[in-house]
């Protein structure tokens, strides 16, 4: 059921409005009415509703679709937000929980029966939709949007399944905020850890209360720079040295693929052979991050600068990074991007080089 200016209803076999006997009336025992609406069938998901639009899961669990009203055909119309990453459900990896977090970024948040969980950034009026996988250690159970203190921003949480010490544990997270630094030096927030603890407060070398990642090896970022990986022990790990913020937890890897090269001022160039040897990278408050043609061999698009202080956590850096690849002529033209680190990497614009063959 979603309730809006008419009271949705789906079934297995298809999509309904429910009303009252007639239009503009309310619904009571003895005065209602269901006008089909479509034939797409709905899953037990509970929907998303978000403005004038319902979003629903299919029966089958392959696909959401948007329900939305059109004034020609007088009835709500279903539009198929998978149609173009159809890849991202099967048979057995169906769609069984949605949420809709509108601020900041207009994500729809989808969680499949293995547990890994997607997002689609999702602005129709700008036929915007972006869907993306987010791996994660362990496995994702269900899944919610809840208004963060103050309300300015929606929170998703998870209920989260993973090996701890030899045990099968949940854990209730939430994801944190978009990373948004006042200066380039305004690096000791950065939230890119999983099931992580904060730590701020005088100089420490031993941080505790980490019993829920006991035995497991865990990242930490110190003092907004980097520091060597530790196994909780005892619910704590000791540092190589003080730390007034620190944040400990499950590092993850993010990437970046490209869809396969075309366009340009020689014509469209799918088919034909070509490579890629430099890639420039527009890059918003980064570092670290990798660059290449594929995994096999990158190089570094952001390190620390021989200019800067040995004893102090690098500036974050803005502006356009050149990358020389160590590619091949291929007929794809692809390019990725890695961050293995917990440190924030915002892709702007990548813009490659191209050399294109003749065959």
Not at 74 to 93: C, F, K, M, V, W
């Amino acid at each position: 059921l979603a309730s809006g200016a008419t009271l949705l209803v789906g079934t297995s076999g298809q999509e309904f409005a429910a009303g009252g006997g007639a239009a503009g009336e309310p619904l009571t025992p003895a005065a209602l009415r269901f006008v089909p609406q479509s034939g797409e069938g709905s899953a037990a998901v509970e929907p998303a509703r978000l403005g004038s639009e319902t979003l629903f899961v299919n029966r089958a669990g392959r696909k959401v679709m948007a329900m939305l009203y059109n004034v020609d055909a007088d009835a709500y119309l279903p539009l198929d937000l998978l149609q173009l990453a159809e890849h991202l459900t099967t048979d057995t990896a169906t769609v069984t929980g949605l949420a809709w977090a509108r601020a900041p970024l207009n994500t729809l948040w989808a969680v499949r029966s293995d547990g890994l969980l997607l997002s689609l950034t999702y602005k129709r009026e700008e036929q915007v939709y972006a869907w993306a996988r987010h791996p994660r250690d362990g496995a994702v159970e269900s899944i919610a949007a809840i208004p963060a203190p103050g309300g300015a921003a929606d929170e998703l949480w998870l209920v989260t399944r993973r090996e701890v010490n030899g045990q099968t544990v949940r854990h209730v997270e939430y994801m944190e905020q978009p990373f948004e630094p006042a200066d380039a030096n305004d690096n000791t927030a950065q939230p890119y850890l999983d099931a992580a603890l904060t730590y701020a407060g005088a100089p420490a070398t031993v941080l505790s209360g980490l019993g829920h990642l006991e035995g497991r090896v865990v990242n930490i970022v110190a003092n907004g720079a980097l520091h060597p990986a530790r196994t909780v022990t005892g619910g704590a790990v000791t540092l190589e040295a003080p730390a007034t913020t620190a944040r400990v937890g499950l590092g993850y890897t993010s990437r970046l693929k490209t869809l396969r090269l075309d366009g340009g001022a020689m014509g469209g160039v799918q088919g034909r052979v070509k490579r890629i040897a430099n890639l420039t990278v527009r890059v918003l408050n980064g570092m670290g991050g990798k660059a290449g043609a594929n995994e096999a061999v990158m190089e570094d698009l952001i390190r620390r600068d021989a200019s800067d202080p040995m004893d102090a956590s690098p500036p974050l850096r803005s502006g356009d990074f050149d990358v020389t690849l160590a590619s091949d002529y291929d007929t794809d033209g692809q390019v990725v991007i890695v961050q293995d680190e917990p440190l924030p990497l915002d892709v702007l614009a990548v813009m490659p080089r191209v050399a294109v063959g003749e065959s």
